[in-house]
């Protein structure tokens, strides 16, 4: 009844259409099913972080002025003044500028707790001696003597005590050798990424987060952040999927172009 239904109000040639499509997306979901299994172990390992990242969030009613739609807008004031947190907003910020100063520590590690962890959006989490082997690995201001992050923005969450997020836009000039070959000279541009910064109690960094970007429409690394977006702009890219501008699925270019498809038909029968 449904199809013919559709033959009768839009036609047989759009009924076909219709049914072709639905055929389609329901194989996409069988495919897709199919591919969405995650062993056991990796499930438990994305629990342990997301159970990590989400434990010390404040618990206590929202402060702030109620949008028509959407959420709310934080008073971060008095968000703050109710905080049992021993450090300052402005001492955090404080805090924050330093650890900048001595490369997010690296040149001074006893900044860091020992519980310290790095995590990037593919890498990690990383602890204190994995983190400064990879930093070490590199030689990366060897190979761009002239490489600024070009922080901004220092922000506290009112929600996470003891977090403040920044922005980077990282330049970088490759005029130095890079895994043994010779300098390019390519200007390299990263979009807009978020930082973060987290401190404990005592006021040493318990985690570095990084390389996150915020609009992968700007730069010059077809959208990609971080160090992957640096050694494909030289040419080096290293040798998976994750270190190349992200491309959309066929199976997600497909669903798009069946949707604008309904929707173009849709809007003929109205007019």
């Known amino acids: 009844f449904f199809f013919l239904f559709l033959d009768i109000t839009m036609g047989s040639k759009a009924c076909k259409f219709i049914t072709a499509s639905l055929f389609l997306v329901g194989l996409l979901l069988l495919i897709n099913n199919s591919n969405a299994y995650v062993p056991s172990s990796r499930t438990n390992e994305l629990k342990s972080l997301q ?72 890498i990690g989490p990383l602890t204190k001696e994995q983190f400064l082997d990879a930093a070490s690995g590199f030689s990366i201001y060897d190979a761009f003597p002239d490489f600024d992050n070009r922080y901004f923005g220092l922000t506290v969450d009112p929600l996470e005590p003891g977090r403040v997020w920044f922005f980077t836009r990282l330049v970088a000039t490759h005029t130095g050798k890079l895994f043994g070959k010779e300098p390019s000279g390519e200007k390299v541009e990263l979009p807009p990424q978020v930082y973060s910064l987290t401190f404990n109690r005592e006021g040493l960094v318990k985690q570095l987060t990084v390389g996150y970007v915020t609009d ?55 007019d």
């Open 51 to 122: 159970m990590s990242t989400t434990a010390e969030m404040i618990d206590t009613p929202l402060i702030g002025e109620k949008c028509e739609a959407g959420g709310t807008i934080l008073d971060e004031k008095a968000v703050f003044a109710k905080s049992d947190f021993p450090l300052t907003p402005e001492e955090l910020i404080e805090k924050t500028r330093y650890v900048l100063r001595k490369d997010s520590g690296v040149l001074e590690t006893s900044l860091w707790a020992d519980d310290f962890e790095f995590c990037a959006p593919y």
């Open 216 to 270: 992968r429409r700007q730069g010059n690394t077809g959208g990609l952040g971080g160090m992957f977006g640096v050694f494909y702009k030289v040419g080096q890219p290293l040798p998976f999927p994750e270190s190349y501008p992200y491309k959309l699925s066929w199976r997600f270019r497909l669903f798009t172009w069946l949707g604008n498809k309904l929707s173009n038909l849709g809007k003929k029968k109205e």
